[in-house]
Structures are given as C-alpha cells and as structure tokens.
C-alpha cells in the first residue's frame, strides 16, 4: 500500500476528520457544462440587492429632498417678506357710533314701522308718540279729556337725526316710553372704523396715514383703508381694573396697543362688533 494511500485512512478509535468550517454553500446540481466554482457566485447573488434598486431609490429620494427644500425656502423668504413690510394682526374689530333715537316726551307708542336693517335719510319721520296733555286741573292720562278744548294727545313726531342704518329696533306699538327713551339705534355706514390691536413691540413700526389692507371675517371681502391713529396707551390702561405689579413676583405680559383704522367700504356697511384682520405696510418696497 502506497504512503498516500496510508495518510488518508484514519487510525482506529480516531474521530473522523471534518473539512474546514467556512461559510455555508447550498449546493444545486450544475447543469451540462457549467463549472462547480459557478455555485458560490450564485449564492452571492442571492444575498446581495441588485444595482438597479438602489438607482430607482435614488431617483425618487432625490425629486423628494429638492421639493422639500423648495418649500422650506419659499415659506422662509414669505416669512421674511411679510414680517419686514407688513404689521399684521387678527386682533381686530369692527367699531362705530351708535346713535340712540327716541321721544324727548313721555307717551305711548303709536307708530314704529321701520325694521333693522333699512336705510332712512336725516329728519326723516321714524315714530309716532302720543302725549298726553294736561287741561287744567285735568292730571295727564292715556285717553284724551272729552268736551275739553286742545284735551287730545298730542302726536309728536321723532325723527332720524342723521342718515344712516337701523340697527336695533327697541320700542315697539302700543308701549310707554319715558322721556328720552329710545325707540330705534342707529348707526352711520360712513362712520365705521376698525380697532386693531397690535403687540407693542411692533407699535414704533405703525404710524398714521400707512395703508392697510382689512379683512372682514363676517363679509369674507377685503377693503382699503389707512392709519388714522395710534393709542398712546396700551389697552389694558381701559380696563375696568388695570393690572398692578406690587409684589415681587414679575412675569413680563405682552401688551396691546389700539391702532384706528379707517376702512373705505363704499356703500358696504361692516357689520358692528365683528372680528377683522389687518395687513398694515410699515416698510415700502
């Protein structure tokens, strides 16, 4: 027997011997004519992702991040825009003078026709009141004195005293009024404005006769108008109790400042008491 032959053959009682560990190869029959060694790269194309997924990740993470950035800085340069040349705030409301209308005379109510809503004209005729006359020693009364000369009531007529809109109705047929009661409540469509109130860091940037841009919520419609004052004070100096720091402790509270905006609505009236918002330019471009 050959030296070879005796080296392969293993002593009795010695375990057999095992091949190297290495990794792990499943086998598969190989076809007619393809080498053994094509095994093992076949293994590695198992595990290994193919080169053209990683491309198609690529073309869509791309597309992705510069649209992400475009966004990021068009709101970034907005941002910029807007807070450089603009004062804007939706702290604001739409403001006006109520004017109350009623008899000067105390009586009863004979005619109120006019509803909330209508337009009347200066010294139109917008109630009737009976008052009561006293003939004498005929004490007044409701009814008018039978068989007494100039016994009747007196219809007094009450009258608008400016041009405007009816906002309230108060009074109604057939009711006493006191003297100076009021009967209806107006309000001028040219006499409206807009309080904004601003934070009192930006109230050094605003200043009277600056264009502003208003947004009435209640209308959806945006109208010009322009600065016509600024407050010198803060709106909490109003208040019924101002706030007092006595005590030690101090925690520093943003204050509002009014600004009066004149708003340039034409014939449409913003409605009283409704929230708007203000886009006030502080900086030409």
Known sequence: MSRQAESTIAPPGDPPRRPPAGPEVHDRPAAAGEPISSRATVADEAVAPPASTKRRRLLWIIPIVLIVGAVAVVVTARYLYESTYFVITDNASVMGSLVQVGSLNAGRITQASLEVGQTVQKDQVIAMVAVPQQVGSVPLGDQPVLDQTGSSNAQVAVRAPISGVIAAHIGSVGGTVAAGSAIYSMVDPHQVWVVANIDEDKASRVQPGQEVEVSSTALGKTFPGRVQAVT???????????????????NKVTQWVPVKIVVDSGDTMLPLGTSASVRIRVKDD
């Open 232 to 250: 010198p004070a803060s709106a909490a100096t109003f208040s019924l109790l101002p706030a007092q720091n006595l005590s030690g402790n101090f």
